[in-house]
T-cell receptor
Framework: AQSVTQPDIHITVSEGASLELRCNYS??????LFWYVQSPGQGLQLLLK??????LVQGIKGFEAEFKRSQSSFNLRKPSVHWSDAAEYFC??????????????FGKGTRLHILP | EPEVTQTPSHQVTQMGQEVILRCVPI?????FYWYRQILGQKVEFLVS????????KSEIFDDQFSVERPDGSNFTLKIRSTKLEDSAMYFC????????????FGPGTRLTVL
């Protein structure tokens, strides 16, 4: 079955500290992987995506993610968080090509809290 | 940069009433989707739409739901008789269908059913 697991519901880090949000996926075909961020009451903003090539992908706002096929993981990282990074983060998986009935499957999200 | 837009941003309705949520996908996109997110939960797929017909729908998308592309720009989700449990954020998304293009999400419509 296709699924995305984000094992951490909440994570709290101090401002300036490094961050890693975990994501594991189960997908039968070649996965197309995403991280989205959602601020309270807001929509979904795409941070980064991966489908092939270099397994370390750079995204917006200083985020990066590493694809590890052997571990079926796509963890999100940031070397130094800012208070404005406090939000909900969703890992998601889809298929290539992204068309027709290829829905995106989301994880349950990780809420990131930042301590001053 | 082109973006998906949705109206209204917030809709309040009484249980049993019909609501129509509107979306304007990115203009050259061919594939359209609705997702919903109940407060505090994950985003769930509702339905995909291509070439004026539903491609896939989830078990959530029962007979109370329908989608339509009434003209060349709008994509609508209709809930015929709303229930309390339909209260959620509804996201529209679209994609071109090109090999590596992703789905672009709108800002969402928050539906509150009283």
């Amino acid at each position: 079955a296709q699924s995305v697991t984000q094992p951490d519901i909440h994570i709290t880090v101090s401002e300036g500290a490094s961050l890693e949000l975990r994501c594991n996926y189960s997908y039968g075909a070649t996965p197309y992987l995403f991280w989205y961020v959602q601020s309270p009451g807001q929509g979904l903003q795409l941070l980064l995506k991966y489908f092939s090539g270099d397994t370390l992908v750079q995204g917006i706002k200083g985020f990066e993610a590493e694809f590890k096929r052997s571990q079926s993981s796509f963890n999100l990282r940031k070397p130094s968080v800012h208070w404005s990074d406090a939000a909900e983060y969703f890992c998601a998986v889809g298929a290539l090509p992204m068309n027709r009935d290829d829905k995106i499957i989301f994880g349950k999200g990780t809420r990131l809290h930042i301590l001053p | 940069e082109p973006e998906v837009t949705q109206t209204p941003s917030h809709q309040v309705t009484q249980m049993g009433q019909e609501v129509i949520l509107r979306c304007v996908p990115i203009s050259n996109h061919l594939y359209f989707y609705w997702y919903r997110q109940i407060l505090g939960q994950k985003v769930e797929f509702l339905v995909s739409f291509y070439n004026n017909e539903i491609s896939e729908k989830s078990e959530i998308f029962d007979d109370q739901f329908s989608v339509e592309r009434p003209d060349g720009s709008n994509f609508t989700l209709k809930i015929r008789s709303t229930k309390l449990e339909d209260s959620a954020m509804y996201f529209c998304a679209s994609t071109s269908g090109n090999y590596t293009d992703t789905q672009y999400f709108g800002p969402g419509t928050r539906l509150t059913v009283l």
